[in-house]
């Protein structure tokens, strides 16, 4: 638990003091912090800024664990609409995608049938398989507030669309013998609306 700790706190002193101490002012080329978008992606995110006013992004995430996985990753393009000294509006088109894995080693089943009320089902256990992964683009607008020059706060919505596949299944020999069990793997396209935040330190 210790290092996890360490690495975020490393990690924030980096971005908050280090890099701003060695950097010169005036114009900056790189941008680190973190953002979040609903629903697709989040994490920590890189900015270019050598061609601005187009501005180059990527954010990403990796989560592992030994039953389970959530990583995204995603590429952005902005270009700044409006700038002034204390603020930039701008326009953003990316795309990226994201992919979740979990595993239930002992999910347990009831059998779907007809019971007295006073007598107890046994349940089944059994293993349990969930994957899904989803693949998106979208186009935001948003604004940045920019406080001493340096540190950046945004405000992002738009609209999204992508491709989401879901995949349920049982490893466990004993699901072959099951026929009521909720398995599925389907695949379809889905809208919807994007909101972010984030914040970003310039060096």
């Known amino acids: 638990m210790r290092y996890p700790i360490a690495l975020i706190i490393s990690f924030l002193l980096t971005a908050l003091i280090i890099l701003p101490a060695t950097a010169e002012t005036g114009e900056y080329k790189w941008g680190i912090g973190i953002q979040g978008n609903y629903?697709?992606?989040?994490?920590?995110?890189?900015?270019?800024?050598?061609?601005?006013?187009?501005?180059?992004?990527?954010?990403?995430?990796?989560?592992?664990?030994?039953?389970?996985?959530?990583?995204?990753?995603?590429?952005?393009?902005?270009?700044?609409?409006l700038e002034t000294k204390y603020s930039r509006t701008y326009i953003m088109i990316g795309g990226g995608g994201r992919s979740k894995r979990q595993d239930w080693q002992d999910w347990r089943y009831y059998p779907k049938r007809v019971i007295p009320p006073d007598e107890y089902t046994e349940p089944i256990v059994l293993k349990r398989s969930e994957r899904s992964s989803t693949l998106g683009v979208g186009i935001m607008f948003g604004n940045e507030f920019i406080l001493f020059s340096r540190y950046g706060f945004n405000l992002e919505f738009g609209q999204g669309i992508g491709r989401v596949h879901e995949k349920v299944e049982y490893p466990d020999p004993k699901a072959s013998e099951l026929t009521d069990l909720d398995r599925r793997d389907e695949a379809w396209f889905q809208s919807s609306f994007v909101f972010g935040f984030g914040f970003h330190v310039y060096f």
Not at 52 to 77: C, M, Q, T
């Open 39 to 81: 629903p697709l992606w989040g994490g920590l995110s890189i900015k270019y800024l050598g061609f601005h006013p187009i501005d180059l992004l990527v954010i990403g995430r990796i989560y592992l664990n030994k039953s389970e996985n959530d990583s995204s990753f995603v590429g952005a393009v902005s270009c700044s609409l």
